[in-house]
């Protein structure tokens, strides 16, 4: 169990769950997105930091489901629901998505933090889970920290300070 005023990290390709009492935090978000999907009722929340819009993409022989937008998602909701949260209840904060490199070509693949933003929306549209704040695009990177007890996540970003969604 964790313990009161615990920062829990979450990786690049990575996810946890936390409680009240306790906050759930990622760096290095450029393309990458940080979705936090949290029922407020029980202050449970669940962090994904998802790399990659769509796990047909992945080469591995075994995948790793936090890494892309469609399981990460998925597999956050069901983790949620066995530790209790309601999934009918579920909101979503989230993230990241930037275009941090600025290419001369206007092919879709190298558009990342866009695809991952969609596939992320196309996922939480799927379980029918509302997106209450969002903080998606730019060229900046950044760091979040979702409190359970407040429901507030920050978002730091990299050279013009933190704002709370």
Wanted: with cysteine; glycine share 12%; net charge positive.
């Amino acid at each position: 169990m964790i313990t009161l005023n615990t920062v829990v990290k979450v990786g690049i390709a990575d996810m946890n769950i936390v409680g009240e009492g306790s906050s759930i935090r990622t760096s290095g978000l450029g393309s990458c997105i940080g979705v936090v999907i949290y029922d407020e009722i029980i202050k449970l929340a669940g962090m994904v930091h998802v790399m990659l819009p769509h796990s047909t993409i992945g080469k591995e022989p075994s995948i790793n489901l936090a890494k892309y937008a469609d399981t990460g998602i998925d597999e956050l909701i069901r983790q949620l629901g066995v530790r209790g949260a309601d999934v009918r209840r579920l909101k979503c904060k989230m993230a990241g998505g930037a275009q941090m490199f600025q290419f001369k070509t206007k092919s879709d693949v190298m558009r990342i933090g866009p695809r991952n933003a969609d596939a992320v929306k196309e996922a939480l549209l799927k379980h029918r889970v509302p997106i209450i704040a969002e903080d998606i695009g730019g060229n900046k990177g950044r760091t979040i920290e979702f409190f359970p007890s407040t429901g507030i996540l920050h978002v730091r970003i990299v050279n013009e300070g933190t704002k709370e969604l």
